[in-house]
């Protein structure tokens, strides 16, 4: 290999692993997204042209800051040719910037976290705030999102552009939050990451394989939140923990045709014991800081599946206490939906089919496959096969994935 | 940069509120705007009579249309406004989060534009370049 060469590949690698905290130090310091874009492909460019032959500087990271930051006053300066005040402007950053450069380093950093809240402001659409995040604190390119959200590439955009608009326009500061608000400013971050998760845990169930792996690009952005963050977030180790936790049973929650396997069935001895024991030690941080929410609830139900040696002995009273812990919290038809199912496991199918009975009549559980296939179940388990039957059916009819509508199929067969 | 927080409430339910809510909220929303003016946030604002004294004008084909009620109807009715002056957004809702009404209904924050500064898009780089 050539020098020429290796340097090159040092660049690739320098690349990937810096490019996203250069462009969140460019953006804080042009105050434009775009303007940070460009001016991170000019710094990379220009790191491509010189490093081959004056070697990698001491401080690539610090060195790629300060070349994007030059490149962008410079397309300052020529858009700002005719325009006297914009050029004095120009000419005050640029004096600014050789002054402030020694201090770059430290606030690298925070400037991660201000990008991430910033991309998940509140005053973002949901769809926006989970499309910048991709592209801007992941890099994902725009096709890769829409891949994986499967939607058109110009859709998504569009959506990156206008939500690039209105942070420009309404001018949403590029800042972590303090105080009270940093604990509700969190709750949106935290729920663009377990949707980007839940995306990807249901695709790899569906039939892409191209989908970029979002529940591994969603565990690695809760790591982030969680060592950027000034103080450790209950709720963000109570997230982190409940992604792993599913995240350890990938293995065994599809066969290698790509049918579903039931938590009942799933080969416990092939679920990841090293994702466990790390989500186990967040749960118990988050439980024990007494701030924890429903993040941690979902997490330490779904940590007593994870330490049962089999459904049967699953501690299900433990289960319904905490799903009892989780409804106050959370009053949500689809959490007494999953509190009714634990009620079964615990106290049997009949007591089980009378805790569901009321919570069918609202109308989100109603149009929800997964609460007839629960009813079926309970019913299949008591040898009602009608009623089962014809519950399986409603879940059908109401399934929209692919590999849910076979399993449920598959269901109705084995009923004969 | 300045901001327009314009008040919106259910009417009907305000009404329904009684008479001693009422006076209590204008007498909370007048200490509220009265420190926001001190402090020089609020550069100008005003409650408004009822939407049934709303009259909607239209000049179509130079024919002036006038037309008795708002623009829209909709479920929550414009109750006034505030003008305010806010480094950027998290300060304008930290404002508008805490005007009176905002528990009753909802306030909408608009950034103001500037009519008169605008003429390319290198402004946002100038915006830019100032902070």
């Known amino acids: ?416 | 940069m300045k901001y327009l927080c314009l008040v919106y409430y259910n009417e009907a339910a305000m009404q329904e509120r009684g008479d001693d809510h009422w006076r209590a909220l204008n007498k909370e929303c007048q200490a509220y705007s009265g420190g926001l003016t001190e402090s020089g946030v609020m550069l100008d604002g005003s409650a408004l009579q009822p939407v049934s004294t709303a009259t909607t004008v239209r000049l179509r084909d130079g024919q002036v249309s006038v037309t008795d009620g708002p623009f829209a109807e909709t479920k929550e009715q414009l109750a006034g406004f505030y003008l305010i002056e806010a480094n950027d957004l998290n300060d304008a809702i930290r404002v508008a989060s805490r005007i009176p009404p905002a528990r009753y209904g909802s306030i909408e924050v608009r950034p103001v534009r500037d009519i008169y500064g605008e003429s390319s898009d290198q402004v946002p780089y100038a915006e830019a370049l100032k902070s």
């Open chain 1, 1 to 416: 290999m050539t020098v020429r060469d290796d340097t090159e590949q040092r660049i690739q690698h320098i690349f990937t692993t810096e490019s996203r905290r250069v462009l969140a130090t460019l953006i804080r310091l042009l105050g434009d997204f775009d303007l940070a874009e460009d001016a991170l492909q000019e710094a990379f460019i220009a790191a491509l042209r010189q490093w081959p032959g004056e070697g990698v500087p001491d401080n690539p990271r610090a060195w790629l800051v300060s070349a994007g930051r030059f490149k962008a006053i410079d397309q300052l300066r020529r858009r700002a040719r005719h325009d006297q005040i914009l050029h004095e402007q120009a000419e005050q950053l640029a004096a600014r910037a050789v002054v402030e450069l020694e201090v770059e380093n430290l606030a690298i950093d925070d400037d991660r976290l201000r990008l991430i809240f910033t991309c998940c402001h509140p005053g973002l659409a949901r769809d926006a705030q989970v499309a910048l995040t991709l592209r801007e604190v992941c890099g994902l390119t725009t096709e890769e999102i829409a891949r994986a959200f499967l939607k058109k590439a110009p859709t998504v955009a569009q959506r990156i552009v206008r939500a690039k608009a209105k942070i420009r326009d309404a001018r949403i500061p590029y800042e972590v939050p303090e105080g009270d608000e940093l604990y509700e400013r969190l709750q949106s971050v935290l729920q663009v990451i377990y949707l980007v998760f839940n995306e990807g845990y249901l695709a790899s169930s569906g039939d892409q394989v191209l989908r970029h792996d979002l529940s591994e690009e969603a565990i690695r952005l809760a790591e982030l939140v969680l060592s950027l963050l000034p103080s450790p977030e209950p709720e963000c180790q109570g997230l982190l923990a409940l992604m792993l936790l599913h995240h350890a049973r990938r293995a065994t929650r599809t066969t290698a045709q790509g049918e579903l396997v039931l938590l009942e069935h799933q080969d416990r001895s092939l679920w990841d014991r090293a994702e466990i024991a790390r989500a186990d030690e967040l749960v118990r941080h988050a439980l024990q800081s007494q701030r924890f929410g429903p993040y941690t609830l979902q997490a330490a139900i779904a940590a007593v599946h994870a330490h049962a040696p089999s459904s049967e002995a699953t501690d299900w009273a433990e289960i319904v206490g905490l799903y009892d812990l989780l409804l106050t919290m959370m009053p949500s038809p689809i959490v007494a939906l999953n509190r009714a199912v634990a009620v079964a496991m615990r106290d049997g199918p009949e007591i089980g089919l009378q805790a569901l009975a009321p919570l069918m009549e609202d109308a989100t559980l109603h149009d929800y496959h997964l609460a007839h296939a629960a009813r079926a179940d309970m019913h299949r388990r008591l040898g009602q096969r009608e009623l089962a039957r014809s519950a399986y059916q409603a879940a059908l009819e109401r399934a929209s994935q692919p590999a849910e509508q076979r399993f449920l199929r598959q269901r109705l067969v084995e009923l004969g």
